[in-house]
Protein backbone atom coordinates (compact mmCIF):
# COMPACT_ATOMS: atom_id res chain seq x y z
CA UNK A 1 0.00 0.00 0.00
CA UNK A 2 2.14 2.87 -1.16
CA UNK A 3 0.36 6.37 -2.08
CA UNK A 4 1.46 7.99 -5.04
CA UNK A 5 2.17 11.52 -3.22
CA UNK A 6 2.74 11.96 0.74
CA UNK A 7 2.02 15.08 2.97
CA UNK A 8 5.77 15.44 4.36
CA UNK A 9 4.76 16.40 8.64
CA UNK A 10 6.90 17.48 11.31
CA UNK A 11 9.20 14.17 12.58
CA UNK A 12 7.83 15.43 16.08
CA UNK A 13 4.65 13.79 15.24
CA UNK A 14 5.76 10.22 15.27
CA UNK A 15 8.50 7.72 16.45
CA UNK A 16 8.57 6.52 13.13
CA UNK A 17 7.25 8.08 10.29
CA UNK A 18 4.41 5.61 9.09
CA UNK A 19 4.48 6.31 5.92
CA UNK A 20 7.58 5.28 5.40
CA UNK A 21 6.70 0.99 5.85
CA UNK A 22 3.40 -1.13 5.36
CA UNK A 23 3.06 -1.24 8.63
CA UNK A 24 2.94 2.29 9.28
CA UNK A 25 0.37 2.77 6.54
CA UNK A 26 -1.89 0.65 7.84
CA UNK A 27 -1.55 2.10 11.13
CA UNK A 28 -3.13 5.14 9.74
CA UNK A 29 -5.51 3.65 7.73
CA UNK A 30 -7.41 1.64 10.27
CA UNK A 31 -6.95 3.70 12.75
CA UNK A 32 -9.22 6.59 10.77
CA UNK A 33 -11.51 4.11 10.44
CA UNK A 34 -11.60 2.39 14.12
CA UNK A 35 -11.60 6.46 15.78
CA UNK A 36 -14.60 7.10 12.58
CA UNK A 37 -16.65 4.22 14.25
CA UNK A 38 -16.25 4.11 18.14
CA UNK A 39 -14.80 7.69 18.55
CA UNK A 40 -11.63 8.53 20.39
CA UNK A 41 -12.75 7.75 23.90
CA UNK A 42 -12.93 4.28 23.13
CA UNK A 43 -10.42 3.81 20.71
CA UNK A 44 -6.74 1.86 22.22
CA UNK A 45 -3.70 0.62 20.42
CA UNK A 46 -5.14 -2.76 21.53
CA UNK A 47 -7.85 -2.65 19.60
CA UNK A 48 -6.07 -1.12 16.89
CA UNK A 49 -3.15 -3.81 16.86
CA UNK A 50 -5.87 -6.21 16.25
CA UNK A 51 -7.81 -4.66 13.91
CA UNK A 52 -4.29 -5.02 12.05
CA UNK A 53 -3.28 -8.44 13.32
CA UNK A 54 -0.31 -6.86 14.70
CA UNK A 55 0.76 -6.04 18.06
CA UNK A 56 0.72 -3.30 19.94
CA UNK A 57 4.40 -2.64 20.63
CA UNK A 58 4.94 -2.77 17.05
CA UNK A 59 2.21 0.63 16.82
CA UNK A 60 4.34 2.06 20.37
CA UNK A 61 7.12 2.04 17.47
CA UNK A 62 5.39 4.37 15.97
CA UNK A 63 3.67 6.35 18.31
CA UNK A 64 3.70 7.01 21.78
CA UNK A 65 0.03 7.22 22.63
CA UNK A 66 -3.02 7.44 20.65
CA UNK A 67 -3.32 10.81 21.42
CA UNK A 68 0.27 12.03 19.46
CA UNK A 69 -1.92 9.73 16.98
CA UNK A 70 -4.48 11.31 16.97
CA UNK A 71 -2.47 14.92 16.27
CA UNK A 72 -0.82 13.27 13.45
CA UNK A 73 -3.69 12.15 11.82
CA UNK A 74 -5.17 16.16 12.21
CA UNK A 75 -1.99 17.54 11.25
CA UNK A 76 -2.08 15.20 7.75
CA UNK A 77 -5.96 16.25 7.49
CA UNK A 78 -4.89 20.56 7.76
CA UNK A 79 -1.69 19.64 5.49
CA UNK A 80 -3.30 17.80 3.08
CA UNK A 81 -6.28 20.72 3.14
CA UNK A 82 -3.66 23.04 2.18
CA UNK A 83 -2.20 21.09 -0.45
CA UNK A 84 -5.29 21.55 -1.83
CA UNK A 85 -5.43 25.07 -1.65
CA UNK A 86 -2.27 25.72 -3.24
CA UNK A 87 -2.68 23.34 -5.80
CA UNK A 88 -6.27 25.03 -7.09
CA UNK A 89 -4.64 28.51 -6.46
CA UNK A 90 -1.85 27.80 -8.07
CA UNK A 91 -2.74 29.83 -11.54
CA UNK A 92 -5.36 32.01 -10.07
CA UNK A 93 -4.16 35.97 -9.51
CA UNK A 94 -7.77 37.41 -7.78
CA UNK A 95 -7.47 36.96 -4.45
CA UNK A 96 -11.17 36.59 -3.94
CA UNK A 97 -11.40 33.73 -6.06
CA UNK A 98 -8.56 32.63 -4.31
CA UNK A 99 -10.46 33.25 -0.72
CA UNK A 100 -13.19 31.26 -2.29
CA UNK A 101 -11.34 28.48 -2.98
CA UNK A 102 -9.55 28.16 0.49
CA UNK A 103 -13.48 28.70 1.85
CA UNK A 104 -14.73 25.53 -0.45
CA UNK A 105 -12.12 23.45 0.95
CA UNK A 106 -12.10 24.22 4.52
CA UNK A 107 -16.01 24.05 4.77
CA UNK A 108 -17.00 21.40 2.01
CA UNK A 109 -17.45 17.59 2.50
CA UNK A 110 -14.05 15.82 0.83
CA UNK A 111 -14.32 13.30 -1.18
CA UNK A 112 -11.59 10.55 -1.66
CA UNK A 113 -8.33 11.21 -3.48
CA UNK A 114 -6.72 8.61 -5.58
CA UNK A 115 -3.23 10.13 -4.86
CA UNK A 116 -3.54 9.01 -1.34
CA UNK A 117 -4.89 5.43 -1.69
CA UNK A 118 -4.07 4.93 2.05
CA UNK A 119 -5.96 7.33 3.29
CA UNK A 120 -10.49 7.71 3.71
CA UNK A 121 -10.22 11.54 3.94
CA UNK A 122 -14.26 11.19 3.95
CA UNK A 123 -13.90 9.09 7.37
CA UNK A 124 -10.57 11.98 8.39
CA UNK A 125 -12.90 14.69 8.05
CA UNK A 126 -15.44 13.37 10.73
CA UNK A 127 -12.60 12.57 13.04
CA UNK A 128 -11.76 16.33 12.61
CA UNK A 129 -15.40 17.56 13.03
CA UNK A 130 -15.49 15.27 16.20
CA UNK A 131 -12.56 15.28 17.60
CA UNK A 132 -10.00 17.54 16.58
CA UNK A 133 -10.31 19.83 19.78
CA UNK A 134 -9.10 17.22 21.92
CA UNK A 135 -5.67 17.78 19.69
CA UNK A 136 -4.67 21.04 22.02
CA UNK A 137 -7.75 21.50 24.73
CA UNK A 138 -5.30 19.53 27.04
CA UNK A 139 -3.62 20.73 30.49
CA UNK A 140 0.31 20.01 28.01
CA UNK A 141 -0.46 21.84 24.91
CA UNK A 142 2.01 24.48 25.89
CA UNK A 143 4.69 21.49 26.10
CA UNK A 144 3.76 20.04 22.86
CA UNK A 145 3.31 23.25 20.91
CA UNK A 146 7.08 24.05 21.79
CA UNK A 147 7.76 20.85 19.72
CA UNK A 148 5.70 22.28 16.60
CA UNK A 149 3.62 19.58 16.31
CA UNK A 150 0.55 22.20 15.01
CA UNK A 151 3.11 23.77 12.46
CA UNK A 152 0.59 22.36 9.64
CA UNK A 153 -2.28 24.14 11.21
CA UNK A 154 -0.22 27.33 11.81
CA UNK A 155 0.77 27.31 8.32
CA UNK A 156 -2.80 26.66 6.80
CA UNK A 157 -3.83 29.59 8.82
CA UNK A 158 -1.22 31.66 7.42
CA UNK A 159 -1.94 30.65 3.68
CA UNK A 160 -5.82 32.14 4.25
CA UNK A 161 -5.08 34.78 5.99
CA UNK A 162 -2.54 35.95 3.11
CA UNK A 163 -5.51 35.81 0.81
CA UNK A 164 -7.25 38.17 3.28
CA UNK A 165 -4.42 40.58 3.68
CA UNK A 166 -4.48 40.59 -0.51
CA UNK A 167 -7.84 41.68 -0.55
CA UNK A 168 -7.47 43.84 2.00
CA UNK A 169 -4.40 45.11 3.49
CA UNK A 170 -5.93 47.03 5.92
CA UNK A 171 -7.74 44.60 7.48
CA UNK A 172 -6.44 44.72 11.63
CA UNK A 173 -7.48 40.85 12.18
CA UNK A 174 -6.64 38.25 9.46
CA UNK A 175 -5.07 35.44 11.19
CA UNK A 176 -7.63 35.97 14.29
CA UNK A 177 -10.18 35.63 11.24
CA UNK A 178 -8.48 32.73 9.74
CA UNK A 179 -8.28 30.92 12.85
CA UNK A 180 -11.78 31.23 13.61
CA UNK A 181 -12.72 30.16 10.24
CA UNK A 182 -11.10 26.91 10.70
CA UNK A 183 -12.74 26.23 13.75
CA UNK A 184 -16.10 27.47 12.50
CA UNK A 185 -15.35 25.23 9.80
CA UNK A 186 -15.57 21.85 11.50
CA UNK A 187 -17.67 23.27 14.71
CA UNK A 188 -20.83 24.22 12.70
CA UNK A 189 -21.11 20.42 11.00
CA UNK A 190 -20.73 19.39 14.59
CA UNK A 191 -23.50 21.78 16.22
CA UNK A 192 -25.69 20.82 12.77
CA UNK A 193 -25.10 16.95 13.43
CA UNK A 194 -25.26 16.87 16.65
CA UNK A 195 -26.15 20.43 18.57
CA UNK A 196 -28.72 21.94 15.81
CA UNK A 197 -30.40 24.66 18.49
CA UNK A 198 -26.50 25.83 18.72
CA UNK A 199 -26.17 26.26 14.43
CA UNK A 200 -28.62 27.78 11.80
CA UNK A 201 -26.67 25.10 9.17
CA UNK A 202 -29.68 23.25 8.99
CA UNK A 203 -28.89 19.37 8.59
CA UNK A 204 -31.95 19.04 6.24
CA UNK A 205 -30.04 20.60 3.74
CA UNK A 206 -27.16 19.94 2.47
CA UNK A 207 -24.80 21.14 6.02
CA UNK A 208 -21.86 21.23 3.99
CA UNK A 209 -22.67 24.02 1.44
CA UNK A 210 -25.06 25.82 4.42
CA UNK A 211 -21.54 25.54 5.96
CA UNK A 212 -19.27 26.91 3.10
CA UNK A 213 -22.11 29.91 2.72
CA UNK A 214 -21.84 31.17 6.42
CA UNK A 215 -18.01 31.24 5.64
CA UNK A 216 -18.09 33.18 2.65
CA UNK A 217 -20.53 35.25 4.82
CA UNK A 218 -18.58 35.84 7.60
CA UNK A 219 -15.19 36.33 5.79
CA UNK A 220 -16.42 39.14 2.98
CA UNK A 221 -18.52 41.10 4.89
CA UNK A 222 -15.35 41.15 7.78
CA UNK A 223 -13.36 41.99 4.81
CA UNK A 224 -15.92 44.56 3.94
CA UNK A 225 -15.87 43.36 0.18
Known sequence: MIAKLQIQLNSALYLRDPQSSDL???????????????????????????????????????????????????SWYWSYVEYRIN????????????LKIAIRLISGKLKNDPNFPGVDE????????????????TKNVDEINKEGVFTGYKSLCETIASFMKEINSQFPYPISLSS??????????????????LSDVNKDGDIYEQNYQYLLTLIFNSLKQ
Not at 33 to 61: C, P, Q, V, W
Not at 122 to 136: M, R
Not at 186 to 194: P, V
Open 122 to 137: GALQQIVINESDKTYL
Open 24 to 74: GQKIIQESIFLIDEMGFESFTFKKLSSKISSTEASIYRYFENKHRLLVYLI
Open 87 to 98: FETNNISDPKEK
Open 180 to 197: TCLEAAHQQIFFAQHLPR
